[in-house]
């Protein structure tokens, strides 16, 4: 059986651990392949235009 | 420099600073001493977003001006709640799907369970996070920064802030199965924010109020359960 009320749970925030990522590996690879995908997404945009 | 330049430095600088500025911030505060890192990463949250608020205040005056000269009540009314309405939909259908995919779990992604653990330790700094700095700060991130790189191209506005907006939801937890379904529900979430925002000549005040109402119903229902 789903449990719908519980869904009215969900907050849309990114919560940034104070005493660091379980997992900084992660947060480190995240944040270049979000940097990049800024920057290729840009270049992309420029030559379409 | 030209517009779209300085725009793309911008853009650049505030992801840079959004991805560092807690860690540097506990890392300097645990420098001099001060061991409370959740007061540290308050502050933290609080330069960034008072920062983010003046960069874009322009935008964030207009939006508003615009806002309330354009819309009538009734629009007003409409647009928010129909926003609200279609992000619970999509809320409530991810859990469906990860529930029958991964039963018996604890369906609440790991920014959430990590709120309501802050929740236990300070009601102001929660409800700051999450009505004040997510429906302002990270809308400013996620969708106006963005948008100031790719004016032009909406589908790969839409898809490059539901990427960015997924990836980052997912970075500071355990990844798993589940993060991939958390990782849809947030690409979704943030393609319906994206599309009401094109939908209304990329009006940031709007998708602000709309992540500011959404937010108040399951914050509302965290600081129920712990008063009761």
């Known amino acids: 059986m789903v449990d719908l009320e519980k869904w009215m749970n969900v907050l849309a925030v990114v919560q940034k651990?104070?005493?660091?990522?379980?997992?900084?590996?992660?947060?480190i690879i995240i944040g270049v392949i979000v940097v990049i995908l800024v920057v290729i997404s840009t270049i992309f945009s420029?030559?379409?235009k | 420099m030209t517009t779209e330049k300085k725009n793309f430095m911008r853009t650049i600088l505030i992801f840079l600073v959004y991805l560092c500025y807690t860690n540097l911030f506990v890392g300097f505060f645990d420098?001099?001493?001060f061991a409370d890192s959740l007061i540290a990463t308050f502050i933290a949250d609080l330069i960034f977003f008072l920062l983010i608020v003046i960069v874009y205040r322009d935008k964030i005056h207009e939006s508003f001006v615009a806002f309330c000269k354009n819309y009538s009540w009734k629009k007003k009314l409409g647009t928010v709640f129909m926003g609200v309405a279609i992000?619970?939909?999509i809320?409530?259908?991810g859990g469906m799907i990860t529930?029958?995919?991964f039963p018996n779990q604890n369906m609440n992604d790991d920014n959430t369970n990590a709120i309501y653990e802050l929740a236990s330790i300070s009601t102001f700094y929660t409800i700051f996070k999450t009505l004040i700095f997510s429906s302002i700060a990270e809308v400013l991130v996620f969708h106006?920064?963005?948008?100031?790189v790719l004016k032009n191209h909406n589908v790969l506005f839409v898809l490059i802030a539901g990427l960015i907006y997924g990836l980052m939801n997912i970075a500071y937890s355990d990844l798993s199965m589940i993060s991939v379904l958390d990782f849809i529900r947030c690409f979704l979430f943030s393609v319906v924010i994206s599309w009401i925002y094109l939908k209304h000549?990329?009006?940031i005040f709007l998708i602000m109020l709309i992540k500011f109402v959404y937010t108040l119903i399951p914050l509302t229902i965290l600081l129920a359960e712990l008063g009761g």
């Open chain 2, 91 to 93: 809320n409530i259908l």
């Open chain 2, 99 to 101: 529930e029958a995919l």
């Open chain 2, 144 to 148: 106006q920064s963005i948008r100031d």
């Open chain 2, 31 to 33: 420098l001099i001493g």
């Open chain 1, 17 to 27: 651990p104070a005493e660091g990522s379980k997992n900084m590996n992660t947060v």
């Open chain 1, 46 to 48: 420029n030559k379409r």
């Open chain 2, 201 to 203: 000549d990329d009006n």
């Open chain 2, 87 to 89: 992000i619970f939909g």
